[in-house]
């Protein structure tokens, strides 16, 4: 098992590890940074602070949740930075695009992919967290409590409120009847290929360097 093996010492293991989940986490950052240049240093410090923290790691959860929940409060922390000096930051309240976050590149992409995404990115930043989790990681909402801190209850009732929040923002930003049905009608499968369409962006990006 690679996480036991890193735990041991075994420094490859941990490589084998990292790589794993390396496109999960840039993906994670990408949606709610846009085309921000922090968000490599992000995904850097995600699991250096794992490495620095690997002792403390209980395993009452999976490493995935683990590593999840150590890119959240980065992520949090980031936009904190960015406020300094500001009011505190309401992330129950204020989506990605109230925090200043500029426009995503979505090439070669359907209409319903674009809604989706600026939807996303439009509605307050922990309900996109949990939307993002569960379509692009299929994580259950056990998982999700972990990443977040929260109850389970908790984790599923800001699951239905981001479900309606979504909706909300689809129907205001369509161009169309016809394309706010048909996005509402299959978010998780527009989800699930903006998810397969951006893992192979990354290998692709990783191939070039």
Request: contains cysteine; charged residues 30%; hydrophobic residues 40%.
């Given at each position: ?46 699991f250096l602070a794992c490495v620095e923290g690997r002792d403390r790691f209980r395993g009452d ?149």
């Open positions: 098992m690679l996480l036991a093996a890193w735990r041991s010492g075994d420094l490859r293991a941990g490589e084998a590890l990292f790589d794993r989940h390396i496109a999960s986490i840039h993906r994670f950052f990408k949606n709610k940074l846009g085309d921000d240049d922090a968000i490599e240093d992000l995904v850097q410090r995600t959860a999976s490493f995935r949740s683990y590593l999840f929940g150590v890119a959240h409060n980065l992520l949090c922390d980031h936009f904190r930075a960015r406020q300094r000096g500001r009011r505190p930051i309401d992330f129950e309240a204020l989506s990605a695009v109230d925090l200043g976050v500029g426009p995503l590149t979505v090439i070669k992409q359907r209409r319903e992919h674009r809604l989706l995404l600026e939807a996303l990115r439009r509605i307050p930043l922990r309900f996109q967290v949990v939307l993002e989790l569960s379509y692009w990681e299929g994580m259950s909402s056990f998982e999700i409590a972990h990443v977040l801190g929260v109850p389970a209850g908790t984790t599923r009732s800001r699951l239905r409120r981001a479900r309606a929040l979504l909706g909300d923002e689809i129907a205001a930003l369509a161009s169309s009847a016809e394309l706010r049905e048909s996005t509402t009608a299959n978010l998780e499968r527009w989800a699930e290929e903006l998810r397969d369409g951006w893992l192979r962006d990354d290998k692709r990006g990783r191939r070039r360097r």
